[in-house]
């Protein structure tokens, strides 16, 4: 698991857009952090660049924060980030105020290893692959950030599902009842196989009507007039 990042806010009276429109001129980008134990939402700004580079890092809305308000520190997720269309920079913020027992439903990643260990893949196969995050309910404080797929072994043909895949305790994918499919090794040559079946499909009747054509007695010249 990785270590909860701290992210310092300041809070803000709730004044609507022109509020949100002061608090963006100072270099801040306004948020409120909702749910939780508390019914109230509360009004925070943060820190433009240290938003900014916590975005940049990536999983952001798969990733557990603390919000430090006035030494007050927060559990939160974020659930949504507005972007400007144009300049790309974070424009508002909405976190979900969770506690130590609470399950968050989030999309963890999946990366694979061992790959000059995989027969099928040494052979010439491809990794296909199917899913490249999987969503599961994790609890708050063992939020995985990593799904790791070992492909030592794996020949051409075989596949990898969610059963193969060593979940903490207490993290169950959302998807239930079904043992989806992760990844494939497939023939390298499959691809290519699969267009030249179509191409073949797509020639037959062409040939066909050219043989027809050429089997067909030529039609007779009508008589002259006399």
Known sequence: ?????????????SNGKSGARAVRREGRVPGIIYGGDRAEQETISLDA??????????????????????????????RDVQLDPVRDVPLHVDFQRIGGDNMVRL????????????PGLKRGGVLNVVRRDIEVWAPADKVPEVFEID????????????????LPD????TIQGRDFTIA??????????????????????????????AAAPAAKAPAPKK
């Open 1 to 13: 698991m990785a270590d909860t990042q701290v992210i310092k806010a300041v809070g803000r009276p």
């Open 49 to 78: 660049k240290e938003l900014g580079l916590s975005i940049t890092r990536g999983r952001f809305l798969a990733s557990v924060f603390e919000i430090e308000v006035d030494g007050r520190k927060t559990k939160v997720i974020p």
């Open 107 to 118: 999309r963890v990643p999946v990366r694979f290893f061992n790959e000059l260990l995989s």
């Open 151 to 166: 492909l030592e072994g794996l020949d051409i043909g075989r596949s990898i599902h969610i059963s193969a895949v060593t």
């Open 170 to 173: 207490g993290v169950r994918p």
């Open 184 to 213: 494939t090794i497939a023939g390298s040559s499959a691809k290519g196989d699969a267009e030249e079946e179509t191409a073949q499909a797509g020639a037959a009747p062409a040939a066909a009507a050219g043989d027809a054509k």
